[in-house]
């Protein structure tokens, strides 16, 4: 929780302790849960492999300059410094503290559109 409000800046929408809590920023809803609440046969509990392994989440926001600031702010580790990609748009990379790559992007959604 820490990591998505304080360092990513998201919003709040629902909270409860160790349950199903709901963060916003701009259009993005992330929803997570301690994994201690999962059966041992829910298909999101990790079995012998790493948390994250293999899976990039990518989150579009509208003005990618202020959250990466934000997260240099926090002095939160940067996987892979802002910067413009081969396909056009802006974006940066870090890990989350359950070690999810997660790339922070411009949203491809411009004015006029």
Same mark, same amino acid.
């Given at each position: 929780?820490?990591? *998505?409000? @304080? %360092?990513?800046?998201?919003?709040?929408v629902t909270?409860? #302790?160790?349950? *199903?809590? %709901?963060? @916003?920023?701009?259009?993005?809803? $992330?929803?997570?849960?301690?994994?201690?609440?999962?059966?041992?046969? /829910? #298909?999101?509990?990790? /079995?012998? =492999?790493?948390?994250g392994?293999?899976? &990039?989440? %990518?989150?579009?926001?509208?003005?990618?300059?202020s959250?990466?600031?934000?997260?240099? =702010? &926090?002095?939160?580790? $940067?996987?892979?410094?802002?910067? =413009? @990609? #081969?396909?056009?748009?802006?974006?940066? =990379? %870090?890990?989350? #503290?359950?070690?999810? *790559? $997660? @790339? $922070?992007? &411009?949203?491809?959604?411009?004015?006029?559109?």
């Amino acid at each position: 929780m820490d990591f *998505y409000t @304080r %360092v990513l800046g998201f919003e709040t929408v629902t909270f409860q #302790p160790d349950a *199903y809590s %709901v963060f @916003r920023k701009d259009g993005v809803l $992330i929803a997570l849960q301690d994994q201690s609440q999962l059966s041992d046969d /829910h #298909p999101l509990k990790p /079995h012998n =492999r790493a948390v994250g392994l293999g899976i &990039e989440i %990518v989150i579009e926001v509208v003005d990618v300059d202020s959250v990466y600031s934000q997260v240099q =702010r &926090e002095n939160w580790g $940067i996987a892979d410094t802002l910067a =413009r @990609r #081969p396909w056009g748009l802006r974006d940066f =990379r %870090v890990l989350d #503290p359950n070690g999810f *790559y $997660i @790339r $922070i992007t &411009e949203t491809t959604v411009f004015e006029g559109e």
